[in-house]
C-alpha cells in the first residue's frame, strides 16, 4: 500500500527566508505526488503535482517541489516565505484511485 | 464552476440526534470522497464513489455512519445516533478520473460540534 511521512508537525521560517517542508514516500511503481495548503478553516487547496519528467515541478504562489527518486523524497520548498505562506501542508500519492495524505506540517511565517 | 459545495458550513447537535452533511461535487467529475479532519487523527478517507457506485468504504468508523450518492451531482453522509467522539471537520472531494494522476479538489468542509 502507498504512504507519505512528513517528519516534521511545525516548521518555522523567517519571512523572507528559504523555506522546504519535507515529504517521503513509498508507494510501488512510479508515483503521482501532491501538495495541497490548507488555510484556517478553509478546504484543501491544490498546489503542485508530480507526475513525471522534469524533477522540479512548478505550482501555485511561488511553490515549487523536487522530487528525488534515490531517496523517496518530494520537498515543497519556496524561495523567499511571505507571511501569507503560514499555513497547514499536507503531501499526499495517489493510491488506485485516491490520495493518500500525510499527517501535515504546519508552517509558520515570522 | 462554484467548485465543491458542501452544506451546513456548521452543525452542532446533540449526542443521538441524526446528522446529515450535504456535498455537490464540481460537475463532470465522476469521483466523490468523503474526508474527516481531526487534530489527532489528521486527514481520513471515509468513502468514496465512482459514478455513484461506493467503491471503497473501509473507512467508514462503524454502522453509525451511512454515505448515499444517489445522482451525480447530490451526496450525503448520515450520522445516526451522533456521538461527542464524532466531532469534527467533513470535508466533501472531487475529482475527474481522466487520468490517473488528475487531482482531488475539496469543498470548504462542515465543522461539525456534537454536545
Known amino acids: 500500500a502507498q504512504s507519505v511521512a512528513q517528519p516534521e508537525d511545525q516548521v518555522n521560517v523567517a519571512e523572507g527566508n528559504p523555506l522546504t517542508v519535507k515529504c517521503t514516500y513509498s508507494?510501488?511503481?512510479?508515483?503521482?505526488l501532491f501538495w495541497y495548503v490548507q488555510y484556517p478553516n478553509r478546504g484543501l487547496q491544490f498546489l503542485l503535482k508530480y507526475i513525471t519528467g522534469d524533477n522540479l515541478v512548478k505550482g501555485s504562489y511561488g511553490f515549487e517541489a523536487e522530487f528525488n527518486k534515490s531517496q523517496t523524497s518530494f520537498h515543497l520548498k519556496k524561495p523567499s516565505a511571505l507571511g501569507s505562506d503560514s499555513a497547514l501542508y499536507f503531501c499526499?500519492?495517489?493510491?488506485?484511485?485516491?490520495?493518500?495524505f500525510g499527517s501535515g506540517t504546519r508552517l509558520q511565517v515570522q | 464552476d462554484a467548485g465543491v459545495i458542501q452544506s451546513p458550513r456548521h452543525e452542532v447537535t446533540e449526542m443521538g440526534q441524526e446528522v446529515t452533511l450535504r456535498c455537490k461535487p464540481i460537475s463532470g467529475h465522476d469521483y466523490l470522497f468523503w474526508y474527516r479532519q481531526t487534530m489527532m487523527r489528521g486527514l481520513e478517507l471515509l468513502i468514496y464513489?465512482?459514478?455513484?457506485?461506493?467503491?471503497?468504504d473501509s473507512g467508514m468508523p462503524e454502522d453509525r455512519f451511512s454515505a448515499k450518492m444517489p445522482n451525480a451531482s447530490f451526496s450525503t453522509l448520515k450520522i445516526q445516533p451522533s456521538e461527542p467522539r464524532d466531532s469534527a471537520v467533513y470535508f466533501c472531494?472531487?475529482?475527474?478520473?481522466?487520468?490517473?494522476?488528475?487531482?482531488?479538489?475539496f469543498g470548504p468542509g462542515t465543522r461539525l460540534t456534537v454536545l
Open positions: 508507494v510501488s511503481g512510479n508515483p503521482y
Open positions: 499526499a500519492v495517489m493510491g488506485r484511485r485516491a490520495l493518500t
Open positions: 472531494a472531487s475529482r475527474f478520473s481522466g487520468r490517473a494522476y488528475n487531482e482531488q479538489f
Open positions: 464513489f465512482n459514478n455513484n457506485v461506493p467503491i471503497d
